[in-house]
C-alpha cells in the first residue's frame, strides 16, 4: 500500500543528483576579470589575440587564475581586484595604442569561479540582478521629436519620387518641421496630388488653404501613425542597445522601455561606467561614394603623391587604400533592411540590402551614369570609415536592391548585416540618469538575503519537527530539496536572480511547508478516526493532493499575471514566485512520499506513526501515536 516502486525512486535519486549538480556552481562565487572583445564588426577576436592578451601580463609581471577564448571574447580572470586594475591598464597599453581609434573594447567584468568540469556540464550560476552583484544604472531620454522629424523627411523624399513617376506637376515640396508643405498652381493638380497621397500614403492627413494664385498642401502625420514612429523608434533603439551592450559580455542585462520616451539599461557586473557610456555611444552608418581614379588619385593609394582635392583615402579591410569622391551618393538613411546571404554565381558571403523610394532612384540614376567605374561602399563607427567593399559598376541597378561582398566571411556578412541594420538609432538619446552600484554594497545584499532564507528555513524546519515530530523532520527534509531544485532550475534557465527574488524564496518556504502541513493533519484525522497507521498514511496523502492542487494553481495564476503584467522588480518577484510553487509540488507530495514509504512502508505490521499529538474528540479517548 504505502511502498514505491523502483522506478519512482531513479525519479527522486535523479532529480536530487541534477539539482546538486546545477546547484554547485552558484557557491564558487565570482571573481574580477578582464574581458577583451571587438570594437568593430572588421575586428575579430581569436587565438591570437588571446596570445597578445597573456604576452600582456606576461609583459607586466602578472598572472592569470585563467585565461580563456568564449563567446567572441578573451576573459582572464584573477585572484584580486588589483590584479584586474593593472591588467585592464596593461591590456589596453597592448591592445589598443590609440585610444581614438579602438580596435578592442577592453573592460572590466566578474566571472565565476566554477571548476571547467562543472563548466563542461554547461552548469552555470545563476545571473544576478544589479541590487545584488553591482554595476551601472542608466536611464535615457529618446528624442521623439527628432524621430518624427527624421521621418517626416523621409517621406518628402518619397513624396518628390511619387509625383514624378505619377507626372503630377508641383511648385516645390518642403519640409517645415514634422510637416510637408506642397504648392500647386491649379485646382485640378491639386486633387490629382490628393487621391495619390490618399492611394500612397495613408499616414498623412492633408489640409489644403489658398496662398494667393497658388493652392498649399499642408500634409502631416497622422497621430496613431506618429504614435506608431515613436514606438518603432524605441524598439529599433533597444534594438541597438542590445547589440552594443553584447560587446561587454554583460550576463542578463536589463534593457527595457519605460514611460513613452525613456529606456532604463542595467549592467549587471559592470563597473567601468565610461566604458560602458562609450559603447552605449556606439552607432555604424553607412556611406555610398565614387572612386576617383584619376592618375592623382592612384598616386595617392600607392603613397607616392599627395590626397587630390576634393576626395578622402580609407582603407579597405585588406588594408588597401581607396581614394573616393567627398560628395556622398547614399546614407544610411535610405537604407530599409539588411540581411546576410550568399552570391548565386560565386557562392560568396554577401550582404543584401534594400533602399526606400528615394535611394532607389538615386542609385538607378548613379550606376546608369557611372557604367565601368568603381563605387565605394564606407563602414563608419565612431567616425572612422572603412571600405567593405569597391565593386566595378557593371550594369544600371534599379528596383531598390543591392548586393555587396568583398572577400567578406559568412561572420563578417552577418555581423556587418547586424550593425547596417540596426546599427544607427533612429532617434537621439541623452543620459538623464547615471547611477553605480558597487559590488560590496551587492555583497551586503546577497548576505542580507541569504540569511533571512536560511533563518526562515530553519525557524520552519524548528517548528515542523517540534509540532510533528518524525513526520516533521521529513517535511523538512522536502523543504530542503524544494530550495535546492529551486536554485537549480533558475541556474539551469540562467534566470537573473534580484532582491525581490530572494523575498520571494523566503516567501515560497512559507507556502511550500503548507502542503506538508495539509497532508500531516489528514494523516492526523485519519488516525483519530480509527484508521490503521498504513491506512492513514495512505489516505492522508490521497485526500490532501486535491486542496493541495487548487491551493498551488490558484497561487501560481496570482504568479503568472505577476510575470505578464509586472516589469522590472515585480517580475524578478513573480519568476522565482512561480518556479517556487511548481517545485514545491514535486518535493513537497512526491519527495516526502517517498521518504515516508521508505520509512514505514516496509514494516507489515505499522503500530503507530511518530506524527505529534493526536487530539481526539474524547478528551479520555486521547493518545500520542508514536
Same mark, same amino acid.
Given at each position: 500500500?504505502?511502498?514505491?516502486?523502483? &522506478?519512482?525512486?531513479?525519479?527522486?535519486?535523479?532529480?536530487?543528483?541534477?539539482?546538486?549538480?546545477?546547484?554547485?556552481?552558484?557557491?564558487?562565487?565570482?571573481?574580477?576579470?578582464?574581458?577583451?572583445?571587438?570594437?568593430?564588426?572588421?575586428?575579430?577576436?581569436?587565438?591570437?589575440?588571446?596570445?597578445?592578451?597573456?604576452?600582456?601580463?606576461?609583459?607586466?609581471?602578472?598572472?592569470?587564475?585563467? $585565461?580563456?577564448?568564449?563567446?567572441?571574447?578573451?576573459?582572464? @580572470?584573477?585572484?584580486?581586484?588589483?590584479?584586474?586594475?593593472?591588467?585592464? =591598464?596593461? $591590456?589596453?597599453? *597592448?591592445?589598443?595604442?590609440?585610444?581614438?581609434?579602438?580596435?578592442?573594447?577592453?573592460?572590466?567584468?566578474?566571472?565565476?569561479?566554477?571548476?571547467? &568540469?562543472?563548466?563542461?556540464?554547461?552548469? *552555470?550560476?545563476?545571473?544576478?540582478?544589479?541590487?545584488?552583484?553591482?554595476?551601472?544604472?542608466?536611464?535615457?531620454?529618446?528624442?521623439?521629436?527628432?524621430?518624427?522629424t527624421k521621418k517626416a523627411e523621409s517621406?518628402?523624399?518619397?513624396?518628390? %519620387?511619387?509625383?514624378?513617376?505619377?507626372?503630377?506637376?508641383?511648385?516645390?515640396?518642403?519640409?517645415?518641421?514634422? !510637416?510637408?508643405?506642397?504648392?500647386?498652381?491649379?485646382?485640378?493638380?491639386?486633387?490629382a496630388a490628393k487621391r495619390v497621397l490618399?492611394?500612397?500614403?495613408?499616414?498623412?492627413?492633408?489640409?489644403?488653404?489658398?496662398?494667393?494664385?497658388?493652392?498649399?498642401?499642408?500634409?502631416?502625420?497622422?497621430?496613431?501613425?506618429?504614435?506608431?514612429?515613436?514606438?518603432?523608434?524605441?524598439?529599433?533603439? /533597444? %534594438?541597438?542597445?542590445?547589440?552594443?551592450?553584447?560587446?561587454?559580455?554583460?550576463?542578463?542585462?536589463? $534593457?527595457?522601455?519605460?514611460?513613452?520616451? @525613456?529606456?532604463?539599461?542595467?549592467?549587471?557586473?559592470?563597473?567601468?561606467?565610461?566604458?560602458?557610456?562609450?559603447?552605449?555611444?556606439?552607432?555604424?552608418?553607412?556611406?555610398?561614394?565614387?572612386?576617383?581614379?584619376?592618375?592623382?588619385? @592612384?598616386?595617392?593609394?600607392? #603613397?607616392?603623391?599627395?590626397?587630390?582635392? +576634393?576626395?578622402?583615402?580609407?582603407?579597405?579591410?585588406?588594408?588597401?587604400?581607396?581614394?573616393?569622391?567627398?560628395?556622398?551618393?547614399?546614407? +544610411?538613411?535610405?537604407?530599409?533592411?539588411?540581411?546576410?546571404?550568399?552570391? !548565386?554565381?560565386?557562392?560568396?558571403?554577401?550582404?543584401?540590402?534594400?533602399?526606400?523610394?528615394?535611394?532607389? @532612384?538615386?542609385?538607378? =540614376?548613379?550606376?546608369?551614369?557611372?557604367?565601368?567605374?568603381?563605387?565605394?561602399?564606407?563602414?563608419?563607427?565612431?567616425?572612422?570609415?572603412?571600405?567593405?567593399?569597391?565593386?566595378?559598376?557593371? !550594369?544600371?541597378?534599379?528596383?531598390?536592391?543591392?548586393?555587396?561582398?568583398?572577400?567578406?566571411?559568412?561572420?563578417?556578412?552577418?555581423?556587418?548585416?547586424?550593425?547596417?541594420?540596426?546599427?544607427?538609432?533612429?532617434?537621439?538619446?541623452?543620459?538623464?540618469?547615471?547611477?553605480?552600484?558597487?559590488?560590496?554594497? +551587492?555583497?551586503?545584499?546577497?548576505?542580507?538575503?541569504?540569511?533571512?532564507?536560511?533563518?526562515?528555513?530553519? *525557524?520552519?524546519?524548528?517548528?515542523?519537527?517540534?509540532?510533528?515530530?518524525?513526520?516533521?523532520?521529513?517535511?523538512? $527534509?522536502?523543504?530542503?530539496?524544494?530550495?535546492?531544485?529551486?536554485?537549480?532550475?533558475?541556474?539551469?534557465?540562467?534566470?537573473?536572480?534580484?532582491?525581490?527574488?530572494?523575498?520571494?524564496?523566503?516567501?515560497?518556504?512559507?507556502?511550500?511547508?503548507?502542503?506538508?502541513?495539509?497532508?500531516?493533519?489528514?494523516?492526523?484525522?485519519?488516525?483519530?478516526?480509527?484508521?490503521?497507521?498504513?491506512?492513514? /498514511?495512505?489516505?492522508?496523502?490521497?485526500?490532501?493532493?486535491?486542496? /493541495?492542487? =487548487?491551493?498551488?494553481?490558484?497561487?501560481?495564476?496570482?504568479?503568472?499575471?505577476?510575470? *505578464?503584467? #509586472?516589469?522590472?522588480?515585480?517580475?524578478?518577484?513573480?519568476v522565482v514566485h512561480c518556479l517556487g /510553487?511548481?517545485?514545491?509540488?514535486?518535493?513537497?507530495?512526491?519527495?516526502?512520499? +517517498?521518504?515516508?514509504?521508505? &520509512?514505514?512502508?516496509?514494516?507489515?505490521?505499522?503500530?503507530?506513526?511518530?506524527?505529534?499529538?493526536?487530539?481526539?474528540?474524547?478528551?479520555?479517548?486521547?493518545?500520542?501515536?508514536?
Amino acid at each position: 500500500m504505502n511502498r514505491y516502486p523502483v &522506478w519512482k525512486y531513479a525519479i527522486i535519486v535523479i532529480a536530487l543528483l541534477v539539482g546538486f549538480l546545477y546547484t554547485l556552481p552558484n557557491f564558487f562565487g565570482e571573481a574580477p576579470a578582464v574581458q577583451v572583445s571587438a570594437a568593430k564588426a572588421s575586428q575579430k577576436v581569436d587565438s591570437g589575440t588571446q596570445a597578445r592578451v597573456e604576452e600582456a601580463l606576461k609583459t607586466a609581471g602578472l598572472t592569470a587564475d585563467l $585565461i580563456s577564448l568564449e563567446a567572441g571574447s578573451v576573459r582572464a @580572470r584573477f585572484a584580486s581586484t588589483d590584479d584586474q586594475l593593472k591588467a585592464k =591598464d596593461a $591590456i589596453q597599453k *597592448a591592445l589598443v595604442p590609440d585610444a581614438a581609434d579602438p580596435s578592442y573594447v577592453v573592460a572590466l567584468n566578474l566571472l565565476s569561479r566554477s571548476p571547467s &568540469w562543472l563548466s563542461a556540464l554547461n552548469a *552555470a550560476p545563476m545571473y544576478l540582478g544589479l541590487d545584488l552583484r553591482g554595476g551601472v544604472h542608466f536611464m535615457l531620454q529618446v528624442d521623439m521629436p527628432a524621430a518624427l522629424t527624421k521621418k517626416a523627411e523621409s517621406l518628402a523624399g518619397d513624396l518628390r %519620387t511619387v509625383l514624378r513617376e505619377k507626372n503630377v506637376r508641383h511648385g516645390g515640396i518642403s519640409r517645415n518641421g514634422q !510637416s510637408i508643405e506642397l504648392r500647386f498652381r491649379d485646382a485640378a493638380t491639386l486633387e490629382a496630388a490628393k487621391r495619390v497621397l490618399a492611394d500612397q500614403f495613408g499616414e498623412l492627413e492633408t489640409v489644403e488653404v489658398q496662398d494667393g494664385s497658388d493652392y498649399k498642401l499642408t500634409a502631416s502625420i497622422k497621430p496613431q501613425a506618429a504614435r506608431t514612429v515613436q514606438d518603432q523608434a524605441l524598439k529599433q533603439n /533597444i %534594438t541597438t542597445l542590445h547589440n552594443r551592450i553584447n560587446e561587454l559580455g554583460v550576463a542578463e542585462p536589463v $534593457i527595457q522601455q519605460q514611460g513613452t520616451d @525613456r529606456i532604463v539599461v542595467q549592467l549587471p557586473g559592470v563597473q567601468d561606467t565610461a566604458k560602458a557610456k562609450d559603447i552605449l555611444g556606439r552607432t555604424a552608418t553607412l556611406e555610398v561614394r565614387l572612386v576617383e581614379e584619376s592618375t592623382e588619385a @592612384r598616386a595617392a593609394e600607392t #603613397g607616392t603623391g599627395p590626397v587630390p582635392f +576634393g576626395t578622402e583615402r580609407y582603407l579597405e579591410r585588406s588594408g588597401q587604400p581607396v581614394i573616393v569622391k567627398k560628395q556622398v551618393v547614399l546614407t +544610411g538613411d535610405n537604407l530599409t533592411d539588411a540581411q546576410p546571404g550568399f552570391d !548565386s554565381q560565386t557562392q560568396e558571403p554577401t550582404v543584401n540590402l534594400t533602399l526606400d523610394a528615394k535611394g532607389s @532612384r538615386i542609385f538607378k =540614376d548613379v550606376t546608369r551614369e557611372n557604367v565601368g567605374k568603381r563605387m565605394a561602399i564606407i563602414l563608419f563607427e565612431k567616425g572612422k570609415g572603412e571600405v567593405v567593399t569597391a565593386p566595378v559598376i557593371r !550594369s544600371e541597378i534599379g528596383g531598390g536592391r543591392v548586393q555587396i561582398s568583398g572577400r567578406m566571411t559568412t561572420v563578417e556578412a552577418n555581423d556587418t548585416a547586424l550593425l547596417l541594420r540596426a546599427g544607427s538609432l533612429a532617434a537621439p538619446m541623452e543620459i538623464i540618469e547615471e547611477r553605480t552600484i558597487g559590488p560590496s554594497l +551587492g555583497a551586503e545584499n546577497i548576505a542580507k538575503g541569504f540569511n533571512s532564507v536560511t533563518w526562515g528555513f530553519l *525557524a520552519v524546519a524548528v517548528f515542523m519537527c517540534v509540532y510533528y515530530m518524525l513526520f516533521g523532520l521529513f517535511s523538512s $527534509i522536502a523543504l530542503a530539496v524544494n530550495l535546492l531544485l529551486l536554485v537549480a532550475v533558475l541556474s539551469m534557465l540562467q534566470a537573473t536572480l534580484t532582491l525581490p527574488g530572494m523575498a520571494a524564496m523566503a516567501l515560497v518556504l512559507g507556502m511550500a511547508i503548507d502542503a506538508n502541513v495539509l497532508i500531516n493533519e489528514r494523516v492526523r484525522e485519519e488516525l483519530r478516526n480509527g484508521a490503521s497507521p498504513q491506512a492513514a /498514511i495512505h489516505t492522508g496523502y490521497d485526500r490532501a493532493w486535491a486542496t /493541495i492542487i =487548487d491551493s498551488n494553481v490558484t497561487t501560481l495564476i496570482a504568479g503568472l499575471a505577476l510575470l *505578464a503584467f #509586472g516589469s522590472g522588480p515585480v517580475r524578478g518577484f513573480a519568476v522565482v514566485h512561480c518556479l517556487g /510553487i511548481m517545485t514545491s509540488m514535486f518535493s513537497a507530495v512526491f519527495f516526502s512520499r +517517498g521518504l515516508v514509504n521508505l &520509512w514505514y512502508g516496509r514494516q507489515k505490521k505499522l503500530k503507530s506513526v511518530s506524527i505529534g499529538t493526536v487530539w481526539r474528540p474524547d478528551a479520555d479517548a486521547s493518545a500520542k501515536a508514536e
